[in-house]
């Protein structure tokens, strides 16, 4: 589970006026630091939904809780001040750790950076002519995605200087990727493999309501609602809201509004929160996010998972597995 973060030298343009800077001066640590938070929050939302959701997904992953970024993702008028900030000690660094989750269990810490996982050697740290991408950051999640779920996952860690070989035990949970969108304000999408949140919704919004969003989106990853689109043909473009496309586009987000309740439920969150979070804060979003003809009200919204919480009210077990998880092998029409 990682996060991606866009250059910094555009996102500076997505802070707020206070703690934007200048395009031609490199980002203060306190810029570094507001990213670093925004994605240990996220990453911590996805770490709970997923794990506690392994039983509702039939893709699984091994989840570790430490979302992992490169120096070569940043811009390089900003690499520099990266560098200092994250302590990178080679290409890919730990961003930050999720407090309890396996990672944090075997003793990995923000700033370590990796040299080897499962025996593969990582990108030392690139030279100061490297050009921009995310490529050693995506070969190092793919590594971490696609190791197995039951055994230790081995790395070898650079921490002031020295090398500290770690064996993290993960947990299975349900395979997708988080990612701060910035400068998108209060967009939210999930593509069949990641999900990706605007951050606005840091700004202002308790990790309760993000999970709403991010639950919302991973049901549509969990359905696969993308794929099942794809396989009819539906237009996402100029007519979306139209006719048989915005008919089955509504009856995605509907399934989705529905099995992301029961995704929060499962984690522990109060499900409630959700149709709280419709009547308080879906006229923020509505009309962007959730177009008129695609979605339902905020209010339509709300009415409909407070039927839901009900339901899981009375069902003490967990996890609950809802009917509508079957839909995900059965075509739209």
């Known amino acids: 589970m990682t ?48 794990t506690a ?35 990178f000690g080679a290409t890919i660094g730990v961003e930050a750790v999720v407090a309890g989750a396996p990672a944090d269990r075997a003793g990995v ?3 370590d950076s990796i040299v080897e996982i499962d025996g593969k050697a990582q990108p030392a740290l690139p030279g100061t002519d490297a050009p921009e991408n995310a490529g050693a950051r995506d070969a190092a999640e793919a590594a971490i995605a696609n190791a197995p779920v039951a055994q230790p996952l081995r790395m070898t860690l650079l921490r002031d200087g020295q090398r500290v070989p770690v064996a993290i035990k993960p947990v299975a949970g349900c395979r997708s990727r988080f990612e701060i969108l910035l400068g ?19 700004e202002g919004y308790s990790d309760a309501e993000i999970a709403v969003i991010v639950s919302h989106e991973l049901s549509h990853n969990i359905l696969r609602h993308r794929a099942r689109l794809d396989a009819v ?31 929060l439920a499962n984690a522990g969150y109060d499900p ?55 839909t995900r092998n059965v075509p739209l029409r």
């Open 3 to 50: 996060l991606r973060l866009l250059p910094l030298l555009m996102l500076a343009a997505a802070t707020s006026p206070a703690d934007a800077v200048p395009a031609d001066d490199a980002p203060q640590p306190a810029f570094f630091e507001a990213l670093r938070a925004a994605d240990l929050r996220l990453a911590t939302i996805a770490y709970r939904l997923t």
């Open 53 to 87: 959701n392994a039983a509702l997904c039939d893709q699984l992953q091994p989840q570790i809780g430490m979302p992992i970024h490169a120096l070569t993702q940043y811009a390089p008028a900003a690499r520099k001040a990266a560098a200092t900030t994250f302590r």
């Open 109 to 111: 810490r923000a700033n």
């Open 184 to 202: 998108s304000g209060l967009d939210a999408s999930a593509d069949g493999s990641v999900v990706q949140i605007g951050e606005k919704f840091f």
């Open 233 to 263: 043909k539906i237009n996402r473009g100029m007519l979306a809201e139209f006719g048989r496309n915005g008919r089955l586009i509504r009856e995605t987000e509907d399934q989705a509004d529905l099995l992301g309740i029961y995704l």
């Open 272 to 326: 409630m929160s959700a149709p709280k979070f419709w009547r308080e804060k879906g006229g923020d979003i509505d009309g962007g996010l959730f177009r008129s003809r695609t979605h339902g009200s905020s209010k339509a919204r709300a009415e409909a998972l407070v039927a839901a919480a009900r339901d899981i009210a009375a069902t003490p077990t967990r996890p609950i597995i809802p009917a509508v998880l079957a």
